[in-house]
């Protein structure tokens, strides 16, 4: 076999979250190894946050493409590997690792990523795609590997500092919490969910999730699966003065705490279903506002929208994972 012939990994990479050299070294020596080309590397920009790098690497015939950044680097080279067919390896390296955590991958082993890319396990996972209308009417779609969300959770983002964000990681997102809910108000939308009847409700956030694993063990959406076909949504009500600690009750106490154990879940089913937050499933869903709302991508700002229309790509992406390694349902 001639060099040209050998398969050959291609690195997408973030250079502010990732540590470039180390991880350069390290897929070099290993690919040597393994009898592979040189990998190809290619960093992110200000003007290309992943999308272009990865076409590229595609374009030149990337055997597997590895991902090393933050939640929206990978976002970003998801969105461009979906439906190619070619493997995608995340090397954890942001603040949240969400898609990471999701696919139960280790968060500080990048040698371990390295090795699912080239002698791994394939597995094909689901992508969500959010499609957007401005105000003006502009339209446009792009894609979401963990949630989408309008309203109190995209004001969130918007309010944590990323100096706080750099140094305490996602811990800055309590931060960013407490700055954007004392101005929180709840705003009108009317959804639907699958094409079935409309609700017209008032509401602080309305998330569409893919998956549902958050830092801490928080389940946000104890149901999501990434590999199930189907979207997962979660529409936010904080009620009166104690609102906001009926929902913490659902998302922290009864999803993350009670869920785990048999007995937790008899005492949610005898609790009875939240008038604070409704959790609904289905393979798309569509939100329309009656004003401008801001809306979030796995943790990245996107503006305002005034209609936000999400679906389900089923097994669209396909994960480079660790041999044997399990992706748990949910």
């Known amino acids: 076999m001639t060099a040209d012939d050998r398969p050959r990994a291609a690195l997408v990479v973030n250079p502010v979250k990732a540590d470039a050299p180390r991880l350069v ?24 946050p992943g999308q272009e790098a990865t076409r ?21 080279v998801s969105e461009a590997m979906a439906g190619s067919g070619v493997p995608l390896s995340i090397v954890p390296s942001g603040t949240g690792n969400l898609l990471a955590r999701n696919l139960g991958l280790a968060l500080d082993d990048p040698s371990a990523a390295v090795a699912a890319a080239l002698h791994g396990d394939r597995h094909p996972v689901d992508i969500g795609w959010a499609a957007l209308t401005r105000a003006d009417g502009e339209q446009h779609e792009h894609g979401f590997v963990v949630l989408a969300g309008i309203g109190l959770d995209a004001h969130m983002i918007a309010n944590t500092r990323p ?3 750099k ?3 996602w811990v800055a997102y309590v931060d960013g919490a407490a700055r954007a809910l004392p101005g929180a108000k709840p705003f009108r939308i009317v959804y639907a969910v699958e094409d079935e009847r409309l ?27 990434i590999i199930d076909g189907h979207l997962d949504v979660a529409v936010f009500q904080a009620r009166g003065p104690f609102g906001w600690l009926a929902v913490w009750r659902t998302v922290w106490w009864q999803n993350s ?16 279903s939240s008038r604070s937050v409704r959790f609904l499933r289905g393979r798309d869903a569509e939100a329309a506002t009656t004003e401008p709302a801001p809306v979030e991508l796995d943790g990245d700002e996107f503006g305002e929208a005034v209609r936000i229309r999400c679906r389900i790509d089923a097994g669209a992406l396909l994960v480079a994972v660790p041999t044997g390694h399990v992706i748990r349902p949910t």
Not at 64 to 75: E, F, I
Not at 199 to 225: Q, T
């Open 167 to 169: 140094s305490v990681g």
């Open 163 to 165: 100096g706080l964000k």
């Open 257 to 272: 705490v009670l869920r785990r154990t048999k007995a937790g879940r008899r005492a949610i089913e005898l609790a009875g």
């Open 25 to 48: 070294d390290l897929l070099t020596a290993l690919s040597a190894a393994a009898g592979w080309s040189p990998p190809h590397i290619i960093e992110t920009s200000v003007e290309d």
């Open 199 to 225: 609700h017209s409700v008032k509401v602080h956030s309305m998330l569409f999730a893919n998956c549902g694993a958050l830092p801490a063990g928080i389940a946000l959406i104890p149901d999501a699966s």
């Open 56 to 76: 590229t690497a595609l374009a030149e015939g990337a055997a597997v493409v590895l991902v090393a950044g933050g939640d929206g680097t990978v976002r970003a």
